[in-house]
Nanobody
């Protein structure tokens, strides 16, 4: 069982920045993938960015050039730095992890990000 807890959400004006953190209950280097998803009201949950066990990263188009995913191994934490935020980035952001044990998926409870225009 892997427990994930997000922090760092809040209200920011368009063009501003926020840093989201996801603390895992296990070493993040034991996990196949960690990432961030988001879900806006009335929309499906969508991938934002992911970081693989080996350190490679992947971003969806809307995140490229604005968002950066990284990890702090000593803290078992994955960080999503979000810059140049837009009102359409408003959503609940969820931390995600895939464990190598039965390839199980784990989710955090989510953190609200609101970008005002």
């Amino acid at each position: 069982q892997v427990h994930l807890v997000e922090s760092g959400g809040g209200l920011v004006q368009a063009g501003g920045s926020l840093t989201l953190s996801c603390a895992a209950s296990t070493s993040i280097f034991n996990l196949n993938v960690m990432g961030w998803y988001r879900q806006a009201p009335g929309k499906q949950r969508e991938l934002v960015a992911a970081i693989m066990r080996g350190g490679s990263t992947d971003y969806v188009d809307f995140a490229k050039g604005r968002f950066t995913i990284s990890r702090e191994g000593a803290k078992n934490t994955v960080v999503l730095q979000m810059n140049s935020l837009k009102p359409e980035d408003t959503a609940v952001y969820y931390c995600y992890a895939k464990s190598p044990v039965y390839l199980s998926d784990y989710w955090g409870p989510g953190t609200q990000v609101t970008v005002s225009s």
